[in-house]
């Protein structure tokens, strides 16, 4: 069985000093808009499996084979990453250590913050967050909901945690229950967390929550 680890959100992460994204035969990195760094759009595939990475290449570039011209040998696709692309996230690559300690220090002032307003994501012994979002969990999915509401008024964004893969319409026949994934998504939200975000917005994000979570 190939292990195929979605690092999509888990950019600058390790664990007992391995890079996330490399645990498994195959790792897949985002490089969305709102990711940790960016190329626009798109992402990156990384392996240390030489027939993989044909595959790959060959599944991105049309399926067109390397030694034969405008020959398709399997179904293919468009995937490829633009030169302007790999331009911008080879630069960007260059500031990942500043952009992942600016994350690190805001995460930490949420923490202290918020306290026991709200759940956490525990890290593991010889983990290291890369702290792309700031997932956290609450009473229940009303109380979630209300926090969301306030601070959409203040015109501040955020994000449900996403819906289990089951509960979507091509793979929702009915069978599978899962219900601490569904728990996870009722009560889940992802607050701001971006290297331009200034700590007294956060104080500001962190006082609106205090102001559901306490008095409804």
Known sequence: MLLVEDAAEALGGTFYGKKLGTLGKVG????????????????????????????????????????????????GYNYRMTELQAAIGRTQLTKLPGLLSTRQVAAALYRWKLGSAAQFQQV???????????????????????????????????????????????YSDGRARHPAARDLHERGLVLPLHPSLKPQEIDAICNLVLKVVRHG
């Open 28 to 75: 897949i990195f985002s490089f969305y808009g709102n990711k940790t760094i960016t190329t626009g759009e798109g992402g990156m595939v990384v392996t240390d499996s030489e027939s993989v990475s044909e595959s790959v290449r060959l599944l991105r570039g049309q399926g067109q084979s390397k030694s034969r011209r405008y020959w398709h040998i399997v179904v």
């Open 124 to 170: 593991p012994v010889g983990g290291v967050h890369g702290n792309w979002g700031m997932a956290v969990l609450f009473r229940d999915s009303e109380q979630a909901q209300a926090v969301a509401t306030l601070l959409a008024v203040h015109e501040i964004e955020t994000r449900p945690v996403f819906p289990p893969i089951h509960t979507m319409p091509m």
